[in-house]
Each structure stands twice: as structure tokens, then as C-alpha cells.
């Protein structure tokens, strides 16, 4: 099993902790079901700060690392550290606490509640986390939080105040998802793909707003993609293929 | 307090879906409690049909017939009860007032009743309302006539109107007393009872008609003018029955035991509120039928309902991943979801209850008058709370159907899953 690091020049930032954010080690999983699939991941990191891309074709098993990733399933085998807690160890409802707690998470599109405001959006994780609820109360109440951050992403005032989620276009659309992804400063970004509908412009100033807050929060970011062209933007790029094994049927 | 602000969004904005939900579960309830309220009004109004009268007395016969043909107009008499037996009654000293009836003629297939004026007073009906005059006054005349409500409309008659009675109760005689005709004078208010349908005369006036005639037929070249005939003793042979009021209702069974018992002929008497009673029992299986339908239209509309969530669930796995991803269990989903089918049917429950109360009170004018019952516009009694309470039960416990499906797929997709 070949662990690659593909390093970039700008790795090691200054303010990165020495603890890892993310560690797997011995990691299987197997879907159950008619076709089973397995995912075999000896070792990976993701450093607290870190900026770090996956790259992988579809099929590869990125779904499945998210999966395992965010502790929606739980490892065969092995261990999953994330923040220093192994999640196979909590229960169903404490992992789901434990994952809005500690992740922040952008989906590919379709991120937002379409009938509900621009800021009972970015609110939303902030209702089931009470760590982050207060942190974000540390800066000031709820709604300027949630407003100065969609407004550091870059939306303006006026969409801000008026706009129902569903009239945003996609690019507003997945700058609000960001802002639900940092505030009350969780320690990792999870973003599945999230410029793929974006043209090139738009990707870069996104990603860029995203870096910035993240930034701010010392949240670690963790993208898959399957574009390599993004490589640049990030301090780390791994393929999964290189850290993982995956396999169709059953295991012998 | 957020999570329930989305779960109100999530419905508003799928709005016309819901509303139709909503509706249908309105419907269905303002068709169970409507179906309750005509039930109790109908059967109110039923044993309303006469009141203050204590004992109704004719011919032996069943108490049910004696009642349907001294009250509702149905049926006949198995016989006639004389003129002696009457005064006897009328003579104990526990009897207030006795009221006598002839049946046996009819106008236009509206029965014809032989009474006097004291019929007028002493019959009451719905919580002992007596009859009022709509316009003219009772029969001052030996050919006058006071017609029922209906009789008045369907006929067309106004005060003053000639008309003629048929021997018999068909709606189609062919034996007339075309030579002494009557004149209205007088038309009753709506009561709602059959006596709306009922046309009455004087007993004397029924014996005048009758006195020219033998075997229910005119003799022959023996024709009496209506001039002549007031100067005869018209004093009535024989009545149909008699209403009997008493002036103590401790004494009913003493003296319903005295009639049954008296020697002369055989007599029946009863009480009408126990012969109604026995009559709604008949009459009542078919109110039971209409509850049972009532009851199977709101499991439709809930159903319905179930139909509706289950549909949109697919539209709504996007967001249940949304709010799996922002840190709601999955127990969070099932309970939005079955909040949902309580929150739809409560909606529906209240709107149907407030729908019912606005309709009875625009139409409550309108059904008594031209039906004649009254439906009672009162808060909902304890059993009807307990249905409409149950409804919305049945409406979570429906929501909880999808809502288990959704946290299916909410452990399955996680909140990875990609539309």
C-alpha cells in the first residue's frame, strides 16, 4: 500500500498545530448490499490549517471517503481520528453532533434551503451546534455574524436583505453554503466538488473568499474534486488512489 | 424554534399541495360533524313532532301505528273510536283538555284533518312552540278551512280560496264533496311537523260532508245542500283518535291503564314521547350508515394526505441531506416530517370545524325553514372534540408513514446524496 504526499511549495504554514485534524489509520469499509464495494485506506493525514485537494475520477470511492470522513459510516476496521476523537466510538445521534461541531460542509449544488432567507441559511448549523452557536455569539448576535460573513464572501447588502435562496444564482448559491460552512468556526471544511457548476472566473474568486475565511478560522479544507487544474490553489494535493484501495466484490 | 420556522417554510412553499391537503381534510371534517348536527337536529326535530301532549288515544291497535297515523299522516286508522267514549274520556277528572281527530278525507293527496280550535292551542310541537297563523285565523265558519305551510305553497292558496275535498287518502280521488266546498281562512306558519301538510276543518264540517253518504259512497237522489246541512244536528258519530292532556303527568299511567281497560270498546292509549322513541329506533340504522361513511371520507382524506407527503419525500431528500449535513439525527427528520401530517390535519380539522359553524350559520335560516329542522349551532360536545381530537392523532400517527421512509433514506443517503 503506497501512501503518496504530493507536497506543494507552500506546505507547512506557520500557525498549522502539530495535531492532526483528520488521521486514518488501517481504515476498511465494505457497502453492504447485492454489489458490495470496498474501500481499504492505510494511512492519511489532514493537518489542522491545512488546504488539502483529492483528487480522484468518479467511481474512484470519493463518496465512500467522504462517508467515513464526515462519520455518516462507521469503519469495518481500523480507526478514524478526527480532532483527536475516534466517531466510530459515539453513538448515531452524538456523531451527528459531533459532525456539525466540528465540519463544515459544501456540497456539489443544491446547497441551500430554497424557501428560507440568505441568513436562516448560513443559521442553520448553528441550531443543532451548541459550540459553535457560541462561538459565532462571541462575535457579536447571530444575524451580524451571519450577514458579515456572506458579505466577506462576497455577496452585497441588498441580496443579502431581499433574496430567498432559490433566486440566487449558482455562484451566490454556493458562496452562502461557504458562509454556513465557517461560521461558528468549525475546524474542517468539507466541500464535495463545489465549483464544478462555476466557470473558471467564478471558481477561482470563490475559492479564494473560502481560503480567506478559513483563514481567519484556522479550519483545516479538505476538496475533492476531480479537476487537477485547482492544484494550484491548494498546499497539498493527494489522489486517492494513491492512499486508497478500492475494490468491487466481495472481499476474499 | 427555527427548526419549526423551516418546517412552516417548507410547507408554504410546496403551499398549494398543502392547501388542497388542508381542504380535503376540511371537507371531510365538515362532513363528519355536519353529518352529526343533522343527526341530532333530525332526531331532535323528530321527537319535537308533538309535545305537551300526554297521552294520544284510538283504536287498539300497535302504539307505532296509532302515532304514525295520528301524528305523521300515515297509514290509517283500524277503526273509529265513538262519540260516547270520547266524552267519557274527556270526563275523567284527570284530563285537562282532550283535543279529538277525524282522519279519513283528503285534498290533493293532503290529508284532511277533522278537529276544532282547540287542535290550535293545545298541540304543540319543538320544546312546545304552538302553531301561529301565517295569515287569516282558525275556522270561524262550518266550511272553513286552515290550511299547513306546505299544502299553502304547493297548491298555491291564499286566504279566502275555494276548495273542494276528496273522499279517501289517495292523490288522486274520484269521489268528491264537490257540493259543499270550503273556503280558506286561515294559512299556519312553517312548524316543520307534518301538520304543514295537513288541511284542517271542523269535526262538525267533516260529519256534514259525510252525512248525504253511506258506505263511503253519496246515496243515490238523497243529496243534502250545504244550507240545509247547518241546520242539522251535526254532532260527530264517531272520531279517529284523541290528543289527552293531563293536568298532572304523575297520573299518565293511571289513566293510559284506564283507557287500555275500558269496557265499553277496545281503546289504545299511548304516550307519544315513548312511541317516538320506538320509531326513531327504527329510523336510526341509517343515521349509523351515514356515520360510517362520514368517518371512511376523513380516512380518505388522510390517506390523501399520506399520498401527498410520500410524493413530495423524493423532491425533499435534497433537503433532508441539507439538514442531515448541518447536524439534524435523523430522528430530527422523522419528527419534522410527522410533525407535518399533525400540523396538515390540525390545520384541516380547525378549518373545518370553523368552516361547519359559518356554513350552519348562514344556512341554519334556510334548512328550517324549507325542512324544518332546526340544527343547533352549540360548541362541539365532548364527543365530538374526542372525533376531532382523534382525527389529528390519526393525522400524526398518518405523517409518521412517510416520515419513517424519509428516515430511511435519510440513514441511507446520508448527506451525500447528489440530485
Given at each position: 500500500m503506497n501512501e503518496l504526499v504530493v507536497a506543494?511549495?507552500?506546505?507547512?504554514?506557520?500557525?498549522?498545530?502539530?495535531?492532526?485534524a483528520v488521521s486514518f489509520a488501517d481504515v476498511k469499509y465494505s457497502w453492504p448490499g447485492p454489489s458490495p464495494f470496498t474501500l481499504t485506506i492505510e494511512t492519511f493525514e489532514l493537518r489542522r490549517g491545512e488546504k488539502l485537494l483529492l483528487l480522484g475520477p468518479s467511481g474512484s470511492g470519493k463518496s465512500t471517503f467522504l462517508s467515513l470522513l464526515a462519520g455518516i459510516v462507521v469503519p469495518d476496521q481500523g480507526r478514524i481520528d478526527i480532532a483527536g476523537t475516534d466517531m466510530a466510538k459515539l453513538s448515531g445521534a452524538a456523531r451527528d453532533r459531533f459532525r456539525v461541531d466540528h465540519f463544515g460542509i459544501i456540497f456539489q449544488m443544491f446547497n441551500l434551503l430554497p424557501y428560507a432567507s440568505l441568513i436562516d441559511n448560513v443559521l442553520l448549523p448553528l441550531r443543532f451546534s451548541k459550540t459553535r452557536r457560541d462561538n459565532a455569539l462571541r462575535e457579536g448576535s447571530l444575524d451580524i455574524v451571519a450577514k458579515r460573513m456572506l458579505l466577506a464572501l462576497g455577496l452585497d447588502e441588498t441580496v443579502i436583505a431581499t433574496s430567498k435562496a432559490s433566486s440566487l444564482s449558482v455562484g451566490q448559491q454556493q458562496r452562502v453554503a461557504a458562509a454556513r460552512a465557517l461560521i461558528g468556526a468549525p475546524e474542517i471544511i468539507v466541500a464535495d466538488e463545489p465549483t464544478s457548476a462555476l466557470d473558471r472566473n467564478t471558481e477561482g474568486a470563490f475559492l479564494k473568499l473560502l481560503f480567506t475565511q478559513s483563514e481567519e478560522v484556522d479550519a483545516s479544507v479538505i476538496m475533492v474534486s476531480h479537476d487537477e487544474s485547482l492544484e494550484e490553489h491548494f498546499d497539498r494535493v493527494v489522489r486517492l488512489t494513491d492512499i486508497a484501495v478500492s475494490q468491487r466484490g466481495v472481499l476474499s | 424554534m427555527m427548526i419549526v420556522r423551516l418546517a412552516l417554510q417548507s410547507l408554504l412553499n410546496r403551499w398549494v399541495t398543502a392547501l388542497l391537503t388542508v381542504l380535503a381534510i376540511a371537507m371531510s371534517v365538515m362532513l363528519l360533524l355536519g353529518v352529526e348536527k343533522v343527526r341530532t337536529g333530525a332526531r331532535e326535530s323528530f321527537a319535537d313532532t308533538i309535545s305537551g301532549t300526554d297521552l294520544i288515544v284510538g283504536a287498539r291497535s300497535g302504539s307505532l301505528n296509532l302515532l304514525l297515523y295520528s301524528v305523521f299522516r300515515i297509514g290509517n286508522a283500524t277503526n273509529n273510536v265513538t262519540w260516547k267514549s270520547y266524552q267519557d274520556i274527556a270526563s275523567m277528572p284527570e284530563v285537562s283538555w282532550i283535543v279529538p281527530m277525524s282522519l279519513g278525507d283528503s285534498h290533493h293527496g293532503f290529508r284532511v284533518l277533522g278537529t276544532n280550535t282547540d287542535y290550535f292551542s293545545h298541540y304543540?310541537?319543538?320544546?312546545g312552540q304552538s302553531m301561529t297563523f301565517a295569515s287569516g285565523g282558525p275556522f270561524?265558519?262550518?266550511?272553513d278551512a286552515v290550511i299547513g305551510a306546505d299544502v299553502a305553497e304547493q297548491l298555491g292558496y291564499k286566504v279566502g280560496d275555494k276548495i273542494v275535498v276528496a273522499h279517501g287518502v289517495g292523490s288522486i280521488s274520484f269521489v268528491e264533496h264537490a257540493d259543499k266546498p270550503f273556503r280558506v281562512s286561515g294559512i299556519l306558519a312553517k312548524?316543520?311537523?307534518?301538520i304543514d301538510r295537513t288541511v284542517h276543518v271542523s269535526l262538525e264540517a267533516i260529519e256534514a260532508i259525510h252525512i248525504d253518504w253511506q258506505n263511503g259512497a253519496p246515496v243515490p237522489g238523497e243529496s243534502i245542500s250545504a244550507d240545509q246541512v247547518r241546520?242539522?244536528?251535526?254532532?260527530?258519530?264517531?272520531?279517529?283518535a284523541a290528543l289527552v292532556g293531563l293536568k298532572s303527568k304523575l297520573a299518565t299511567f293511571k289513566v293510559q291503564r284506564r283507557i287500555n281497560d275500558y269496557q265499553e270498546e277496545p281503546l289504545s292509549a299511548i304516550m307519544p314521547g315513548v312511541a317516538l322513541q320506538e320509531l326513531w329506533g327504527l329510523v336510526g340504522t341509517a343515521e349509523t350508515a351515514l356515520s360510517v361513511v362520514s368517518a371512511m371520507v376523513v380516512a380518505t382524506a388522510l390517506l390523501g394526505m399520506v399520498t401527498m407527503i410520500l410524493t413530495t419525500l423524493n423532491e425533499r431528500r435534497r433537503e433532508m441531506a441539507i439538514l442531515r449535513s448541518v447536524g439534524a439525527t435523523p430522528a430530527t427528520v422523522l419528527g419534522l416530517l410527522a410533525a407535518e401530517g399533525g400540523l396538515l390535519t390540525l390545520a384541516g380539522v380547525v378549518l373545518g370545524t370553523v368552516g361547519l359553524y359559518a356554513g350552519l350559520w348562514l344556512a341554519q335560516p334556510y334548512i328550517d325553514h324549507t325542512y324544518g329542522l332546526s340544527l343547533a349551532i352549540d360548541p362541539p360536545r365532548p364527543d365530538e372534540w374526542l372525533k376531532l381530537v382523534s382525527i389529528v392523532v390519526a393525522g400524526f400517527f398518518a405523517g409518521l408513514l412517510p416520515a419513517l421512509r424519509a428516515y430511511r433514506l435519510s440513514l441511507a443517503d446520508g448527506m451525500m446524496v447528489r440530485i
Open positions: 506543494s511549495a507552500t506546505t507547512q504554514r506557520e500557525g498549522a498545530r502539530p495535531l492532526d | 304543540k310541537f319543538r320544546h270561524k265558519d262550518l266550511f312548524t316543520g311537523t307534518p241546520q242539522m244536528n251535526l254532532t260527530p258519530r264517531a272520531i279517529t
